[in-house]
């Protein structure tokens, strides 16, 4: 059974890829936290939990799903408030 869509899966998948590296990070949290970016006042409510998902192994994705279930969360809404990144918001 699937737990995400295709999309989901690339969303988190992508962006944990990009994650890893500190400057990659640094780069992503400037664009999200932009105020031009669409989704800044978005991701600045739920930042913490975010940066949690993209931190997290992918192996762990089961065990995140429950602790997340406890939160009034889920692996599949929480992946879908990882901001999309745009070429510039210039």
Request: hydrophobic content about 35%; some cysteine; charged content about 25%.
């Given at each position: 059974?699937?737990r995400?869509?295709?999309?989901?899966?690339?969303?988190?998948?992508?962006?944990?890829?990009?994650?890893?590296?500190?400057?990659?990070?640094?780069?992503l949290?400037?664009?999200?936290?932009?105020?031009?970016h669409?989704?800044?006042?978005?991701?600045?409510?739920?930042?913490?939990?975010?940066?949690?998902?993209?931190?997290?192994p992918?192996?762990?994705d089961?065990?995140?799903?429950?602790?997340?279930?406890?939160?009034?969360?889920?692996?599949?809404?929480?992946?879908?408030?990882?901001?999309?990144?745009?070429?510039?918001?210039?």
């Amino acid at each position: 059974m699937r737990r995400m869509s295709y999309q989901d899966e690339a969303r988190l998948e992508y962006g944990r890829i990009l994650w890893k590296k500190a400057a990659n990070r640094t780069r992503l949290i400037a664009h999200w936290t932009n105020p031009r970016h669409p989704y800044c006042s978005r991701f600045q409510e739920h930042r913490s939990l975010v940066e949690k998902l993209l931190s997290t192994p992918p192996g762990n994705d089961n065990t995140l799903d429950v602790q997340l279930q406890a939160e009034g969360w889920s692996l599949r809404a929480l992946t879908r408030e990882i901001p999309p990144v745009f070429g510039s918001l210039d």
